[in-house]
């Protein structure tokens, strides 16, 4: 068992896998700052076409898996929006005219933008994050971030290594439910399994900082920390393919700040 899911495999050449993973991230941020910093519905749209264009034809991941990635985050969207919709203040208000009114179901024009917004707008974070992340492993994430970022590589690779060691904790976790059950110390039922909880999470606390000290001993002998320059065994370097998306992207991202200035 795994915390992560397995990471998509490419299954057809796309540009996003040739640029820097700092490339991709830096256009994300801004896709994000612009889709947040109003309110018009009309900007995280533009976004998020922007982005289904990207991972359709850019990307080169499978379609079917970047859906299946996509699919709690979407229902979760549409779960937000389902619920401002049914608590936006402009619902108790008389004077605001009501699209639907049928018994206590009452939906108006501001209730309406706002929740298409805000699930526009988590749209806009999930496809995002995969075009962020999808098209490279988390190795030569770290590399990129050390290279060109400058970020210390002790920060960098140390992250790295924690998300490397995180899918051990299920594995854990199973093990510690087979060494109770059997010591006989396993209680039966579901209420007795909650009351346990507990008591599995900090024998899971004590695995975790066991194995995070092995890994830190062990990064420590291999020279992560000797406080020198160190030299680069995946070096990588920005090109014209990354200029040409970051002027894409801030193109984009200007296009949908300026459709939020229009008039309605």
Same mark, same amino acid.
Request: glycine share 8%; aromatic share 4%.
């Given at each position: +068992?795994?915390?992560?899911?397995?990471?998509?495999?490419?299954?057809?050449?796309?540009?996003?896998?040739?640029? %820097?993973?700092?490339?991709?991230?830096?256009?994300?941020?801004? /896709?994000?700052?612009?889709?947040?910093?109003? *309110?018009?519905?009309?900007?995280?749209?533009?976004?998020?076409? %922007?982005?289904? #264009?990207? =991972?359709?034809? =850019?990307?080169?991941?499978?379609?079917?898996?970047?859906?299946?990635?996509?699919?709690?985050?979407?229902?979760?969207?549409?779960? *937000?929006?389902?619920?401002?919709?049914?608590?936006?203040?402009?619902?108790?208000?008389?004077?605001?005219?009501?699209?639907?009114?049928?018994?206590?179901?009452? *939906?108006?024009?501001?209730?309406?933008?706002?929740?298409?917004?805000?699930?526009?707008?988590?749209?806009?974070?999930?496809?995002?994050?995969?075009?962020?992340?999808?098209?490279?492993?988390?190795?030569?994430? #770290?590399?990129?971030?050390?290279?060109? /970022?400058?970020?210390?590589?002790?920060?960098?690779?140390?992250?790295?290594? $924690?998300?490397?060691?995180?899918?051990?904790?299920?594995?854990? /976790?199973?093990?510690?439910?087979?060494?109770?059950?059997?010591?006989? *110390?396993?209680?039966?039922?579901?209420?007795?399994?909650?009351?346990?909880?507990?008591?599995?999470?900090?024998?899971?606390?004590?695995?975790?900082?066991?194995?995070?000290?092995? +890994?830190?001993? $062990? +990064?420590?002998?291999?020279?992560?920390?000797?406080?020198?320059?160190?030299?680069?065994?995946?070096?990588?370097?920005?090109?014209?393919?990354?200029?040409?998306? =970051?002027?894409?992207?801030? #193109?984009?991202?200007?296009?949908?700040?300026? #459709?939020?200035?229009?008039?309605?």
């Amino acid at each position: +068992m795994s915390l992560l899911p397995p990471p998509l495999e490419p299954v057809r050449p796309g540009l996003l896998r040739t640029v %820097a993973p700092v490339t991709r991230l830096t256009v994300a941020a801004v /896709w994000l700052l612009v889709a947040f910093a109003g *309110i018009d519905p009309r900007v995280p749209a533009i976004l998020l076409v %922007a982005a289904v #264009a990207s =991972l359709v034809f =850019l990307s080169g991941l499978p379609l079917a898996g970047s859906l299946r990635r996509l699919a709690p985050l979407v229902l979760a969207a549409g779960g *937000i929006a389902l619920l401002t919709l049914l608590v936006h203040p402009s619902r108790a208000d008389p004077s605001v005219p009501a699209l639907i009114d049928v018994g206590p179901l009452r *939906i108006t024009g501001p209730a309406l933008a706002a929740a298409l917004a805000l699930a526009l707008r988590l749209a806009v974070i999930a496809v995002s994050s995969l075009l962020v992340f999808g098209p490279s492993d988390t190795t030569t994430f #770290a590399d990129s971030l050390a290279q060109q /970022w400058r970020v210390p590589d002790r920060f960098a690779y140390g992250t790295l290594a $924690a998300l490397r060691i995180a899918p051990f904790l299920a594995a854990d /976790w199973a093990t510690g439910s087979a060494v109770r059950r059997l010591r006989g *110390i396993a209680r039966r039922g579901p209420a007795a399994r909650v009351r346990d909880v507990g008591a599995r999470l900090l024998a899971l606390l004590v695995s975790a900082v066991r194995r995070g000290e092995r +890994m830190a001993l $062990a +990064m420590d002998a291999r020279g992560f920390d000797a406080g020198r320059r160190r030299s680069r065994f995946r070096p990588i370097r920005l090109g014209v393919r990354d200029l040409v998306v =970051l002027v894409t992207g801030f #193109a984009v991202a200007a296009v949908a700040a300026a #459709a939020g200035t229009l008039p309605a």
